[in-house]
């Protein structure tokens, strides 16, 4: 099929910036291009008829670090890197709050907690210590001297099975994934973005003008500067970045009646996830079982993920409500991962550029790193 005059004027101008992906981090950094540079022209390409990634199919908690994961990260990464990367997270909460009214997305501040189980070796002298020191290290970008506390008189309230101990963070809470993507689409197509979907972009080569971007559709599209946002499937484009797929799976149960507690829980260093749904348990995780087979971008559940996360659901999140609910939904989503946890935001050199690798808070990270690129491509 030939294209028209006023299709090849329009829609497959060359443009300035073209984006890959219209997840959570390509669609906050066609918000700060273009919140920045009103005159660009920008458009993104999805090879999903809808975003297809993480950021439609995650568990929409919106946390910056449970307590066990970033005393793990600040063994990892390092004192400085793990703060880094905790108020990146603690920054773009509060951005999406600035930009979007609670009611819109469904964000409710109704709190972060971890769960310890009876196995866990940590004691309670360690945790003391270490929810101290952390909330020392947190008090400079939180603003508060107590942003964990320990809370284990509480467990009881709640119900939860094989729990020791309880720590609960009051900066966290929750929203509706799918409500906060649509907004920002909404929102950056009103700024003037395009926004293509079933596009795969299959190759891109630099040229005298920037980049040619080929597609599995019949066209391809010229563009001054190419940013990559396709996280968990960056090395289908480029296979030398340090990027590695990690499957997450999750369950929702059918409406248990009297389900009165909230919040966003996590346990096993954030290896497992849940929260309440309008009355359903939402549960995710238990990667950590399978960690080979997980390491895919087959978007599909499995049988053994799937049953995991059903013995733990009836163990420790509803010990208490044997045989008064089903699993009425079941989905999986892809994050992607690395060597190291830092979010991967860089200058690739010939007009390429990309921000992908968001691990497993990428709601929080997303307008940081968003912002991030903006001002990186255009300096
Ligand atoms: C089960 C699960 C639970 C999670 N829970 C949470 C949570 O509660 N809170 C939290 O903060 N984070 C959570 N995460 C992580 C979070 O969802 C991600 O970090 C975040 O959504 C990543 O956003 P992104 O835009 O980088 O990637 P994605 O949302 O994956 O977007 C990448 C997009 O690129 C497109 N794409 C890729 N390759 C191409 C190509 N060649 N051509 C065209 N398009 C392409 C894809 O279709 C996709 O739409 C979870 C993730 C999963 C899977």
């Keep these: 099929m030939q294209v028209s005059i006023w299709e090849k004027e329009t829609f497959f101008a060359p443009q300035d910036v073209i984006i890959v992906g219209s997840g959570f981090v390509g669609l906050w950094s066609a918000f700060y291009l273009k919140k920045n540079n009103p005159r660009l022209k920008i458009t993104i390409l999805d090879q999903g008829f809808i975003p297809t990634g993480a950021s439609t199919r995650n568990a929409g908690f919106a946390c910056f670090g449970s307590l066990s994961e970033v005393v793990s990260d600040g063994k990892t990464l390092g004192t400085d890197r793990m703060l880094e990367l905790v108020e990146m997270r603690y920054k773009g909460l509060e951005r999406i709050q600035k930009h979007f009214k609670d009611a819109m997305i469904d964000f409710e501040l109704c709190g972060g907690y971890e769960l310890y189980s009876h196995q866990d070796k940590t004691t309670t002298a360690e945790l003391s210590y ?3 020191y952390i909330n020392s290290l947190f008090k400079t970008f939180t603003g508060t001297k107590k942003t964990y506390r320990l809370i284990d008189d509480s467990i009881s309230t709640f119900g939860f099975g094989n729990t020791k101990h309880l720590v609960k963070n009051n900066l966290e809470g929750v929203l509706h994934s799918g409500k906060l993507l649509t907004a920002l689409l909404h929102r950056v197509q009103g700024m003037g973005v395009q926004v293509m979907t079933s596009v795969e972009v299959t190759s891109i080569e ?7 971007v080929h597609t599995n559709q019949l066209h391809e599209f010229q563009t001054s500067k190419l940013l990559l946002c396709t996280n968990a499937f960056t090395r289908m484009l480029l296979p030398e970045l340090d990027v590695v797929p990690a499957r997450g799976q999750v369950i929702l149960t059918s409406p248990i009646k009297g389900l009165n507690w909230s919040g966003a829980f996590h346990s096993d260093e954030g290896y497992y996830y849940f929260r309440n749904l309008g009355e359903r348990v939402l549960l995710g ?14 978007m599909e559940t499995s049988n053994f993920i799937q049953q995991q996360l059903e013995h733990y659901l009836e163990r420790v999140v509803l010990p208490e409500h044997k045989n008064a609910y089903t699993i009425e939904h079941r989905w999986a989503g892809i994050m992607a991962m690395g060597s190291e946890k830092m979010p991967l935001v860089k200058n690739l050199g010939d007009n390429l550029f990309c921000a992908v690798r968001m691990s497993g808070m ?3 990270l997303a307008p940081v790193v968003g912002q991030e690129v903006a001002k990186m491509m255009m300096d």
């Design 130 to 132: 270490n929810i101290d």
């Design 285 to 298: 995780g238990a990667r950590n079982l399978a960690l080979e087979n997980e390491t895919t971008t087959v």
């Design 362 to 364: 990428g709601v929080a």
């Design 206 to 212: 630099s040229n005298s003008n920037g980049v040619m």
